[in-house]
């Protein structure tokens, strides 16, 4: 599987962005996906995860209620949509899938996650 993220830039707190992580490979479909992103010196973080089938999401505390993952397994794409962005969202965002994925207090561990894209840096100005 090969993840290729885009939508990133610089936009302003309140503020809205669309991440789209495109994948290749049939095995997309059958994989949960997952955003995570990393800020400069913090180490990389869970953000969301979509189940293969979309009937489930999970969210960090940070964004619920702010950032809406979803996925179209016709395009083989997963998207985050992102509103009222802060400027404690500035980081690089990741999209991230793998097999055998396992939702633990309330978060994703990242080294569960076999394939990673390239990511794609929001920046957020206050």
């Known amino acids: 599987v090969q993840l290729q993220a885009s939508g990133g830039g610089l936009v302003q707190a309140g503020g809205s962005l669309r991440l789209a992580c495109a994948a290749s490979?049939?095995?997309?479909?059958?994989?949960?996906m997952g955003w995570f992103r990393q800020a400069p010196g913090k180490e990389r973080e869970f953000v969301a995860v979509?189940?293969?089938?979309?009937?489930?999401?999970y969210y960090a505390d940070s964004v619920k209620g702010r950032f809406t993952i979803s996925r179209d397994n016709a395009k083989n794409t997963v998207y985050l949509q992102m509103n009222s962005l802060k400027a404690e969202d500035t980081a690089v965002y990741y999209c991230?899938?793998?097999?055998?994925?396992?939702?633990?207090?309330?978060?994703?561990?990242?080294?569960?996650?076999?394939?990673w894209g390239q990511g794609t840096l929001v920046t957020v100005s206050s």
């Open positions: 979509i189940a293969w089938s979309g009937d489930s999401t």
């Open positions: 490979g049939r095995t997309f479909r059958s994989y949960d």
């Open positions: 991230a899938t793998g097999p055998g994925l396992r939702y633990y207090s309330g978060s994703y561990d990242p080294k569960q996650f076999t394939y």
